[in-house]
């Protein structure tokens, strides 16, 4: 990748997980739009192909893919398959999370590890064997949240996974960037997505950011120039009050 440019997306290969709605849909859409080839990862078929179609429809270059980010035998085959049919891979967009909403006493361990496998082990299985594909230039970027800052009550697995997430990024940031691949964390405020909207239909809406906006922010470490490596970004609504 002697010619790679780094502050252009065109013609780059991006896996987003849980590119099927909310933040996932909107970093494909974005992505796409400045030129990159997205592969549109999601466990909901119907919805990958949704967001891919719309990319293609709109002139991009999408391809959908379904898979479920616990499951390591599909990651290594959704990777190889990305690769085949986009002919390399460039970067990973860990996005793909789930929160169980639940004081400690009620919540059922096998909600624990759901959570611990989506939101910790598969952004590990993502980078572990999506280091077999990149090359120097490669990139992984790992959507974080400020509950990885902070803390509020039932809401334990999600916190201990968002926090170790972030170390998990920066132990790679370490590890990997002898090799020429950057690690990131995008560490996004509340956004209008399903993700919350779902779980709290009285929540202000007016308090949480657009995803578009985190989007932007994905797209903006993605673009740095060779020498330059983003470790971590916070992204905040300016209305939300929770945060200093």
């Known amino acids: 990748m002697d010619a790679y440019d780094?502050?252009?997306?065109?013609?780059?290969?991006?896996?987003?997980?849980?590119?099927?709605?909310?933040?996932?849909?909107?970093?494909?859409?974005?992505?796409?739009?400045?030129?990159?080839?997205?592969?549109?990862?999601?466990?909901?078929?119907?919805?990958?192909?949704?967001?891919?179609?719309?990319?293609?429809?709109?002139?991009?270059?999408?391809?959908a893919f379904t898979m479920d980010v616990t499951d390591e035998q599909a990651i290594i085959e959704v990777l190889q398959r990305t690769v085949d049919q986009c002919g390399r891979l460039d970067a990973i967009v860990n996005n793909a999370g789930v929160d169980v909403t639940i004081g400690i006493r009620e919540m059922?361990?096998?909600?624990?590890?759901?959570?611990?496998?989506?939101?910790?082990?598969?952004?590990?299985?993502?980078?572990?064997?999506?280091?077999?594909?990149?090359?120097?230039?490669?990139?992984?970027?790992?959507?974080?949240?400020?509950?990885?800052?902070?803390?509020?009550?039932?809401?334990?697995?999600?916190?201990?996974?968002?926090?170790?997430?972030?170390?998990?990024?920066?132990?790679?940031?370490?590890?990997?960037?002898?090799?020429?691949?950057?690690?990131?964390?995008?560490?996004a405020g509340g956004m209008r997505t399903p993700f919350l909207l779902d779980r709290f239909p009285d929540i202000d809406v007016d308090l949480l950011q657009d995803p578009d906006n985190v989007a932007r922010a994905v797209k903006f470490v993605l673009t740095q120039p060779a020498q330059t490596v983003i470790p971590e970004v916070m992204v905040l609504p300016m209305k939300e009050t929770s945060w200093p």
């Open 6 to 63: 780094y502050e252009s997306l065109a013609d780059r290969v991006i896996l987003v997980t849980g590119g099927g709605r909310g933040l996932g849909a909107a970093i494909c859409k974005l992505l796409a739009q400045e030129g990159a080839q997205v592969a549109v990862v999601d466990v909901n078929r119907i919805s990958s192909s949704k967001v891919a179609d719309e990319i293609n429809q709109a002139g991009g270059a999408a391809h």
């Open 108 to 187: 059922e361990t096998s909600d624990w590890h759901r959570v611990l496998a989506t939101n910790l082990t598969g952004p590990f299985l993502l980078a572990k064997h999506g280091l077999a594909h990149m090359s120097s230039g490669g990139h992984i970027v790992n959507i974080a949240s400020t509950a990885a800052r902070r803390a509020w009550p039932n809401a334990s697995a999600y916190h201990a996974s968002k926090w170790g997430l972030m170390g998990l990024t920066h132990a790679l940031h370490a590890e990997l960037r002898g090799m020429g691949i950057k690690v990131s964390a995008v560490i």
